[in-house]
């Protein structure tokens, strides 16, 4: 979803003890420890992906059915109340932080805000396979150290875009087999109008588009995507409809057109994190300061 707000097209009070949403494999925190150790009958463990959702309409959408039966998810709503865990310590085996229609900064509107940065940079440095997605990744290079810049001046990037890899993304865990599959880049879904214009100092730059530089990165065990792996056509048609300036019905046309190559591309980094998340914590990635 956009982070700059719908006009532009981009810690919480305890509330009680946390529970989940429904979703595709819904466990609480105190299910983690069962789940972790397997069933009686000796089967092997379920690794756990807490998922920060920030808004009702900005859902895990495709990647839902797309991490498959390799981890239970849990959902945790901010927008609902719930809130945001303490620690890496306290998300399971991974952890995915969404977008929303909130710039980076903006912790008036959605004072959960610090307490998600905080949650990031925790769980990048203890070595958390993390997934942050648009706002997200905003959220991670704040976090870092980096810089977001709101309302970016190149204007809203929506619809199809062309993603061109950087070297560093052919040996890359989450983003090398997509680079295998295509080489000369990847079209998926986009819509924001803030940017990252500065990256965390040690994070790993792995790819780019015409209008906006920083169209992936690592930083430490945590990997920002500034575009929308995980949205349908109509996902995105939704978002663009909410926002100004922006041809909605050209834009998902276009999403439509192209959605073959979207959905196995987008499919391709689901399944390579939940790879991650089953392999364990990224001992290997570079350390994030």
């Given amino acids: 979803m956009p982070t700059a707000r719908r006009i532009v097209p981009g810690g919480p009070a305890e509330l009680g003890p946390w529970r989940p949403r429904e979703y595709r494999h819904p466990v609480t925190f105190d299910q983690h420890v069962a789940a972790a150790t397997g069933s ?13 959702q920030h808004a009702q309409d900005i859902p895990l959408d495709r990647f839902a059915e797309w991490f498959g039966d ?32 909130c710039s980076a900064y903006d912790d008036a509107a959605w004072p959960w805000l610090p307490s998600t940065r905080a949650l990031l940079a925790s769980a990048a440095r203890a070595g958390v396979p993390t997934l942050a997605i648009c706002l997200g990744a905003q959220l991670l290079a704040v976090a870092g150290g980096g ?58 730059w792995l790819a780019s ?47 439509v057109a192209v959605d073959d190559e979207v959905r196995t591309s987008g499919r391709l980094i689901a399944e390579a994190f939940v790879a991650v998340v089953t392999a364990g ?3 290997d990635a570079r350390t994030a300061r």
């Fill in 209 to 255: 588009s015409s209008t906006y530089p920083f169209q992936a990165f690592r930083w430490g065990s945590a990997w920002g995507l500034q575009f929308h792996p995980e949205a349908s056509p109509e996902t995105v048609g939704r978002w663009a409809r909410q926002t100004p300036g922006v041809d909605a019905d050209a834009i998902e046309a276009e999403l």
């Fill in 70 to 101: 390799g981890v239970a998810i849990r959902v945790v709503r901010l927008d609902l109340g719930e809130a945001v865990p303490a620690s890496a310590a306290e998300v399971g085996d991974g952890l995915v932080v969404l977008g929303g229609e």
């Fill in 40 to 52: 009686s009958h000796g089967s092997a463990p379920q690794r756990v992906v807490t998922v920060i």
């Fill in 281 to 283: 914590e990224l001992t």
């Fill in 147 to 204: 810089r977001v810049q709101v309302a970016a001046p190149p204007g809203v990037e929506a619809g199809p875009v062309a993603v061109r890899w950087r070297p560093e993304a052919a040996t890359d865990a989450l983003l090398g087999g997509l680079v295998a599959a295509s080489p000369a880049g990847a079209v998926l879904p986009s819509l924001h109008g803030d940017s990252v214009v500065e990256l965390p100092a040690g994070a790993v």
